[in-house]
């Protein structure tokens, strides 16, 4: 198994409009601002360049009012990745600012559960407290590469690549996966949305957009455990914090490196 990965946030937006009511269902000071920070990630062994969610595009951010400080696939530049080099992504949930720009990337395969492609085209999205997070062209869009034969499903646990695997946690959405990342410095755990801040996954506070509250409150422990029961090696989906824990990488000022650990 490999354990050369390299693990990169890439900061493509940001929303200081919210209150900690938006982010956890218990919280004892509801009307305090909380700022929320969006992120991809890029894997890169030197050979393969894996990209774990895609962002949203500025039509999307005309469209729902959150206004992207920057295209997450031209990004990838500062770390000399092209969008078309990346040979594989890994979809987390298909809300939209984790699954815009699914027609960005020409040469890759997409990995995603089964379970959030049935949810996602499913009786649930007649309703529109469930379908919110959706949007209907992004997830048109991975039919359409359903279809086209570039979709890979998993069923709970699947691997990737040697030494990147997906685990199916759901509570925020129906099918929401974390990817486990081997490294140098130990398995490093991608947890996407099954853990927006440190502060839900740590203190055991919910998120308010959750399918299931069950699931989510017990895939805070999963996440642990992926991570090697190290909390540290725990990459929230939104934490403002990555960016103060962990190196800056070059001069542009949006992408941090996370398999060397904290700073």
């Known amino acids: 198994?490999?354990?050369?990965?390299?693990?990169?946030?890439?900061?493509?937006?940001?929303?200081?409009?919210?209150?900690?009511?938006?982010?956890?269902?218990?919280?004892?000071?509801?009307?305090?601002?909380?700022?929320?920070?969006?992120?991809?990630?890029?894997?890169?062994?030197?050979?393969?360049?894996?990209?774990?969610?895609?962002?949203?595009?500025?039509?999307?951010?005309?469209?729902?009012?959150?206004?992207?400080?920057?295209?997450?696939?031209?990004?990838?530049?500062?770390?000399?990745?092209?969008?078309?080099?990346?040979?594989?992504?890994?979809?987390?949930?298909?809300?939209?600012?984790?699954?815009?720009?699914?027609d960005r990337y020409p040469n890759a395969q997409f990995h995603l559960q089964e379970v959030e492609m049935g949810f996602a085209t499913g009786p649930c999205m007649c309703d529109p407290t469930l379908s919110m997070p959706y949007t209907a062209d992004h997830v048109c869009e991975m039919v359409k590469h359903v279809f086209a034969g570039r979709v890979i499903f998993h069923k709970g646990d699947g691997e990737v690549a040697p030494g990147i695997t997906v685990h199916r946690i759901g509570g925020h959405s129906r099918g929401l996966q974390a990817v486990r990342v081997e490294t140098e410095g130990g398995p490093v755990c991608l947890a996407s949305d099954a853990t927006h801040y440190y502060e839900n996954f740590l203190q055991r506070k919910p998120f308010p957009i959750v399918v299931d509250v069950a699931d989510m409150v017990m895939g805070f422990d999963t996440l642990t455990s992926l991570a090697g029961n190290e909390t540290s090696r725990v990459i929230p989906g939104h934490d403002p914090l990555v960016t103060e824990y962990y190196g800056a990488v070059g001069t542009s000022g949006f992408v941090w490196r996370l398999d060397k650990g904290r700073k």
Not at 30 to 38: I, L, R, V
Not at 65 to 91: G, M, Q, W
């Open 1 to 102: 198994m490999s354990a050369d990965w390299q693990v990169f946030a890439i900061k493509y937006a940001e929303r200081n409009t919210r209150t900690r009511a938006d982010s956890f269902i218990f919280d004892d000071h509801p009307a305090a601002q909380h700022g929320m920070d969006y992120f991809v990630w890029l894997l890169t062994d030197g050979v393969r360049n894996i990209l774990v969610d895609t962002g949203y595009d500025t039509e999307e951010a005309a469209r729902r009012d959150r206004p992207i400080l920057r295209d997450p696939a031209k990004a990838l530049e500062a770390l000399n990745v092209t969008a078309e080099s990346i040979d594989t992504v890994i979809i987390t949930h298909l809300h939209y600012d984790h699954a815009g720009g699914l």
